[in-house]
């Protein structure tokens, strides 16, 4: 059983920064892909950004693109969420995920990734 825990998140003034982590236990990191989804209060979660096996191709969702950066460490079965220049609307639940198999692409939607952790708040005040 794959089992993801995520920390980093909080309350952070617009403009601000957070980074949040993603650990996963045992052998399950390489060679999947991980990404990170986000889920507003009465929206439907959705995609942030995700990184193939080996850490050299990133996606991103358009409005994040150019302020957050998704990274990991293979060695350490974690995967990072750097955001910078925080905005109101980037405040979210943030949840991280392993996709479900080996993909050729940066899978983006939820239906590619099948294991998820429980979820970090991120609020973001103006």
């Known amino acids: 059983q794959v089992q993801l825990v995520e920390s980093g998140g909080g309350l952070v003034q617009a403009g601000g920064s957070l980074r949040l982590s993603c650990a996963a236990s045992?052998?399950?990191?390489?060679?999947?892909?991980m990404g990170w989804f986000r889920q507003a209060p009465g929206k439907e979660r959705e995609f942030v950004a995700s990184i193939n096996w080996n850490g050299h191709s990133t996606w991103y969702v358009d409005s994040v693109k150019g302020r957050f950066t998704i990274s990991r460490d293979n060695a350490k079965n974690t995967v990072y969420l750097q955001m910078n220049s925080l905005k109101p609307e980037d405040t979210a639940v943030y949840y991280c995920a392993r996709s479900r198999r080996y993909y050729t692409y940066n899978p983006d939607t939820q239906y590619e990734y099948n294991y998820w952790g429980q979820g970090t708040q991120v609020t973001v005040s103006s």
């Open positions: 045992g052998r399950t990191f390489s060679p999947y892909a």
